[in-house]
């Protein structure tokens, strides 16, 4: 396999090219001003919302509303929005930080992503100049408040089914907008909606900018939920809902790629979202381990409360390590588009698009190492974690959207290898030559090369052997199944299961070791203890996963070559978990929080 840089880093590309650590963003890289933001949201959230939170989640009239107001005040809703349209026009890395920052913020957090993400970037990278003139420094400020109606009673993850219709008036000024909007985050108090419908009999959706006071708008009742209570959640209905033409958003019949495009932003912000939580779980997790005596002795000491607190750290390490990566990835991709002549605006969701598949990855990692953290955050608190009087029980409520939110996590790992698989047949990414290389690797004997004893030589070539796993049974399932393989969901999202692990595998030990280079191996004991932990794991999973899917669809000679290949790539040296996650744990007791 060959290295690559990140002026030349595809999306999808990192199973088939290897990066350096010189070429990849990673937390420790953060400026002084980037910093001081997440304090200022992490200080916010402290003053303003966690002393607030029973008060929230009862919907006391107008409470949300008057906190995103502070929160404007402050810059947060405007954070990535351009000068001129009133905003401070911070990078993508500044604002997925801030994301993050806020993600600890229980339902706030959701209300505020509804606001700043779904619901603005619309007009933001769809919108006319004079639509953004209009709306973008009333959102920015907070005058106006956001929504975003996508779904609907019988279109969930087929968005583009849905049934909400618009008609043009008879004189050509207005559209009359009717139908049915369902789980609509901050309909309770918006004063601005994205409404998709669908214009006559077209077959795809549009977009509408729609105010409240056009009227013809009726909004039910809250929604009552497991979790996120103290977010606005309401079904819409829309009768004769007079819009005028001039905010249809962008072209008729392009609504369904707006959907589309928005969600790439939103999916790898829910990660960082996710992150933020996860860190406040661990450190409530850390301060009860601390102070919980039993036996005569805080439970922290105690090597099944260790495990769970490493496990802990090294899920959140791992997802913080691959956001980021992703993130600047995204960066750089945003910053070549725009020096090559592409409006700045066009560019984001241009290079947003091009990393579509590691967006998906991070959705559903970030909010599944969220609900696990959450649940073994409620093991530690034991009978108080249960209890609505501790932190643990809200969060593990408020967790479990995570996986719905922004497509099932099922429907993101089916658009993983689905959209690997596209941009192959396109041309754009070489899936085929790598898989075929691998396939013939597996009737050769194995070369077992020089011996390598350089620092993450093993490591490195862990993941080269996870890599063509992955190819291997991916090309197999795609060259025998063929078209048939996208009704095999669960060969499909086993694929896209190794691919997560690789991906955040690599981004793991790319950070190592750069955080090596940087301070030196001994000050980075504890990251090398929560890579190699995490390889350690990995392999079994990825073997898992691939020996599900071969035997799917692979029978005789064929399964047992491939099962002998699948052992070959998943093969790791021993290495002790256990200390090392007690290592990790006892470093985080010491400080009383995650401190990584």
């Given at each position: ?8 880093l595809?999306g999808?590309e990192?199973v088939?090219k290897?990066?350096s650590y ?5 937390p420790e890289?953060f400026?002084e001003?980037?910093k001081?933001?997440?304090?200022s949201?992490?200080d ?9 939170l ?10 949300m ?8 005040e ?12 009133g ?11 801030s994301?993050?920052?806020?993600g600890?913020?229980?339902s706030f957090a ?9 619901g603005?970037?619309p007009?933001l990278?769809?919108?006319?100049e ?6 973008l420094?009333k ?5 106006y ?11 969930g ?20 907008i ?7 985050t ?18 795809n959706?549009?977009a509408?900018i729609v105010?409240?006071t056009f009227g013809?708008?009726?909004i039910?009742a809250?929604e009552h939920k497991m979790?996120?209570k ?20 962008s072209?008729r ?10 969600l790439n932003v939103?999916?790898?912000?829910l990660?960082?979202a996710?992150?933020?939580?996860s860190k406040?779980?661990i450190?409530?997790a850390?301060?009860y381990?601390?102070?919980r005596?039993?036996?005569g002795?805080?439970i ?5 409360i ?5 496990e802990?750290?090294?899920?959140a390490?791992?997802c913080?390590?691959?956001?980021y990566r ?9 910053n070549?588009l ?5 409006d700045k605006t066009q ?11 590691e967006?998906?990855i991070m ?15 409620v093991?530690?608190?034991g009978?108080?974690?249960y ?13 479990r959207i995570?996986?719905?939110f922004?497509?099932t996590?099922?429907?993101?790992r089916?658009?993983i290898?689905?959209?690997?698989v596209?941009r192959?047949l ?8 790598p ?11 194995p070369d ?6 350089t ?6 070539g862990?993941l080269r052997n996870?890599k063509k ?9 795609v060259q025998?199944?063929?078209t048939?393989?996208?009704t ?5 999202m086993n ?5 997560i692990?690789?991906y955040?595998?690599?981004s793991l030990?790319l950070r ?7 301070k030196g ?6 990251e090398?203890?929560?890579?190699r932990t995490w390889?350690s ?8 996963s ?5 035997f799917?669809f692979?029978?005789?000679d064929?399964?047992?070559v491939?099962?002998s ?13 256990k ?15 995650y401190?990584?």
């Open positions: 396999m060959e290295t690559t840089t990140k002026s030349t595809k999808g990192f088939i290897e990066s010189q070429d990849i963003f990673i890289d400026t001003e980037q001081m933001i997440a304090q949201c992490h916010f959230l402290a003053a303003e919302v966690w002393p607030n029973d008060r929230i989640d009862n919907k006391e009239d107008g409470l509303v008057k906190i995103l107001d502070k929160a404007a402050l810059g947060i809703l405007g954070l990535t929005i351009p000068e001129s349209y905003g401070f026009e911070k990078d993508f890395v500044t604002g997925m930080l994301t993050e920052s806020v600890a913020g229980n959701v209300s505020v992503a509804a606001h700043t993400g779904i603005t970037l007009i990278y769809y919108g006319n004079e639509q953004k003139k209009k709306y420094p959102l920015a400020t907070g005058e408040k956001a929504s975003y109606c996508l779904t609907e009673p019988g279109s993850s087929d968005a583009n089914s849905g049934k909400t219709h618009a008609k043009l008036t008879a004189d050509g000024k207005s559209y009359l009717n139908g049915q909007k369902m789980w609509i901050n309909a309770g108090f918006a004063d601005v909606f994205i409404v998709f419908a669908k214009i006559d009999d077209d077959k959706l549009s509408f105010e409240k013809g708008i009726t039910n809250e979790g996120i103290g977010s606005s959640t309401c079904q819409i209905f829309f009768n004769d809902c007079k819009v005028p033409v001039e905010n249809l958003l072209e019949g392009n609504g369904f790629k707006i959907a589309v495009n928005i939103g999916r790898i912000k990660a960082a996710a992150l933020g939580g406040a779980i450190t409530h850390v301060e381990a601390n102070q005596i039993q036996f002795h805080p922290g000491t105690y090597g099944a260790q495990h769970k607190l490493g802990q750290a090294i899920m390490f791992a913080e390590s691959a956001l992703a993130t600047r990835n995204i960066e750089d991709a945003i070549s725009a020096e090559g002549g592409m560019a984001v969701l241009k290079g947003t698009e091009q990393f579509a598949v967006a998906a959705k559903i990692f970030g909010s599944e190492a969220l609900d696990f953290i959450v649940d073994e955050g093991q530690i608190y009978g108080m974690g209890s609505a009087d501790a932190p643990m029980e809200r969060a593990y409520r408020d967790a995570n996986r719905i922004e497509g996590n099922e429907i993101n089916m658009l290898l689905d959209m690997m596209k192959a396109k041309g754009e990414l070489d899936l085929m030559g898989a075929q290389k691998v396939a013939g690797e597996l009737m050769s004997i077992m090369g020089e011996a390598d004893d620092l993450f030589a093993k490591e490195k862990y996870f796993a992955c190819l291997m049974v991916a090309g197999a399932a025998k199944l063929m048939q393989l996208q095999e969901q669960e060969i499909v694929i896209a299961d190794m691919l692990e690789v955040v595998g690599e030990q190592a070791e750069k955080l090596v280079n940087m191996e001994a000050a980075s004991a504890i090398l203890d929560m890579m390889l794991d990995s392999a079994e999973r990825i073997h898992k691939g020996r599900d899917a071969i799917a692979a029978e005789g064929e399964q047992r491939m099962m290949g699948l052992k070959r790539f998943t093969k790791t040296d021993s290495f002790n978990t200390n090392a996650r007690r290592r990790i744990a006892a470093k985080m007791l010491a400080e009383n929080k401190c990584f």
